[in-house]
């Protein structure tokens, strides 16, 4: 049983570019999370999303940053316009169920995407 | 609000010393979950523990132990004969209903264990 793929694993961008990162929770998951880790910070959640629709994105900046999880394919990060603060690690999770239920509120990480600009 | 304090920013210990994490959690939940997590110089995240807050008792997990105390709101991780290998950036991490159930990290403790 594969478990939360993320890629690319890394990425390059220069100023100004679009960067898109992918997230294949595991099988049987449809509860997604989007987290940056800043160089020498931990990690900061950014948004939670079910398929096709957005749970909370309270961590989100306001500008430049999108997410979705749509019915078939991967969980996707965007990022438009990116600036050299965006670099950083981007880590997804999944859980199984809603991470509001007690019991089963454990995510599963991926192995980060490290965003660098140039 | 909730917030979680690994006050120790690095640590340094020679191989086979005892090394103990600290970890501060804040929260008006009385249901909430604590996480230990490490990243090795690769980058990825591994679980280590998950523990609810009915559940105090101690926990071991071979040279891993973990004590959780809710009066003092601390859940502190203890590597025992330490190696090189337990190198890495440990978290500490909280999961409550205030916070929607999102995982609120630490800053994180880095560890170098010396031969």
């Known amino acids: 049983n594969a478990g939360v793929m993320q890629n690319p694993r890394h990425l390059v961008r220069r100023r100004g570019q679009e960067a898109r990162l992918r997230c294949s929770p595991m099988?049987?998951?449809?509860?997604v999370y989007w987290y940056r880790q800043l160089p020498e910070e931990g990690l900061k959640f950014m948004v939670y999303?079910?398929?096709?629709?957005?749970?909370?994105e309270s961590g989100m900046p306001k500008e430049r940053f999108s997410a979705e999880f749509p019915k078939e394919g991967p969980s996707i990060l965007r990022i438009q316009q990116v600036v050299r603060g965006d670099s950083a690690a981007y880590f997804c999770?999944?859980?199984?169920?809603?991470?509001?239920?007690?019991?089963?509120?454990?995510?599963?990480f991926g192995p980060g995407t490290r965003l660098t600009v140039l | 609000a909730q917030k979680v304090t690994q006050a120790q920013t690095e640590i340094s210990v020679v191989e086979k010393e005892d090394v103990t994490l600290d970890c501060v959690y804040e929260t008006r939940d009385t249901t909430y979950y604590l996480f230990w997590y490490k990243q090795p110089p690769s980058g990825e995240l591994v679980f280590l523990i998950r523990r609810n807050s009915f559940d105090e008792q101690n926990e071991i997990s071979g040279r891993y132990s973990w004590n959780f105390q809710k009066s003092t709101s601390s859940f502190n991780f203890t590597i025992t004969a330490s190696q090189v290998v337990d190198s890495a950036v440990y978290f500490c991490a909280l999961s409550g209903i205030t916070g929607g159930f999102k995982t609120i990290f630490g800053a994180g403790t880095r560890l170098f264990v010396k031969a």
């Open positions: 099988k049987g998951h449809s509860h």
């Open positions: 999303l079910q398929k096709e629709n957005i749970i909370d």
């Open positions: 999770a999944s859980s199984p169920q809603d991470i509001r239920d007690l019991k089963n509120n454990e995510q599963f």
